[in-house]
């Protein structure tokens, strides 16, 4: 099976708390993309990060971080000291190879993230 | 900002009639896909584009129909709505698709079907 699970559904935190986001995948491909997503309550939905298969090195940008690690097929997202304007939904997506030889693309449900003043 | 425009970004329609949904893009992507987002069951593709007049179906194309005749319009029809199809619809955008790249969204598209 080839599928993403987020296991947190909602999440609360008050804030300049450190939170963390799971991203769980499954794939039989040896090359597959793996994306983050955020939906703020605006609606529109925001590119974050790509990473590719070979790049396990973990990325930093601002008060984001990315952990990718292979051994556990996960790929977790944290925000250092959250603000409000981080609530939002956010999605874990994996980029695999169909049955036509066309990439898809497979999401998670979303984790609902609430930072609370 | 990616150039994507969706319109009309909200639409109540009475079930049986017909109904577009226009993406417009500035960007000059090759690739261009529907999506629909539903409580529970996250996004799920409708149809997508790799091409003017190149179109494959998604994993829930069922009574959606879907046209591209230039680069930056990609028509999403509904012959014949049905509440079933009450949902935000979002196209979306990328220069690489069978190479992972990354999607850039338009604001969506809010239907109603009554």
């Known amino acids: 099976a080839q599928k993403v699970t987020q296991a947190q559904t909602e999440i609360s935190v008050v804030e300049k708390e450190d939170v963390t986001l799971d991203c769980v995948y499954e794939?039989?491909?040896?090359?597959?993309?793996l994306f983050w997503y955020k939906q703020p309550p605006s609606g529109e939905l925001v590119f974050l990060i790509r990473?590719?298969?070979?790049d396990e090195q973990n990325e930093i940008s601002g008060r984001y971080s990315w952990n990718f690690q292979k051994s556990t097929s996960s790929f977790n997202f944290t925000i250092t000291a959250s603000q409000v304007v981080d609530s939002a939904v956010y999605f874990c997506?994996?980029?695999?190879?169909?049955?036509?030889?066309?990439?898809?693309?497979?999401w998670g449900l979303g984790t609902s993230l609430a930072v609370n003043p | 900002d990616a150039g994507i425009t969706q319109s009309p970004r909200h639409k109540v329609t009475e079930t049986g009639t017909p109904v577009t949904l226009r993406c417009h893009q500035t960007?000059?992507?090759?690739?261009m896909y529907w999506y629909r987002q539903d409580p529970g069951h996250g996004l799920r593709l409708i149809h997508y584009?790799?091409?003017?007049?190149?179109?494959d179906k998604g994993e829930v194309s069922d009574g959606y129909s879907v046209s591209r005749s230039k680069t930056e319009d990609f028509l999403l029809t509904l012959e014949s709505a049905t509440s079933s199809q009450t949902s935000v619809y979002f196209c979306?955008?990328?220069?690489?698709?069978?190479?992972?790249?990354?999607?850039?969204f338009g604001e969506g598209s809010r239907l109603t079907v009554l």
């Open positions: 960007e000059n992507h090759r690739y």
């Open positions: 794939t039989r491909d040896t090359t597959y993309y």
């Open positions: 979306a955008i990328s220069d690489k698709g069978t190479t992972g790249g990354e999607l850039f």
């Open positions: 997506a994996l980029s695999v190879v169909n049955a036509g030889n066309n990439r898809k693309l497979i």
């Open positions: 584009s790799y091409g003017v007049k190149d179109t």
């Open positions: 990473r590719n298969s070979f």
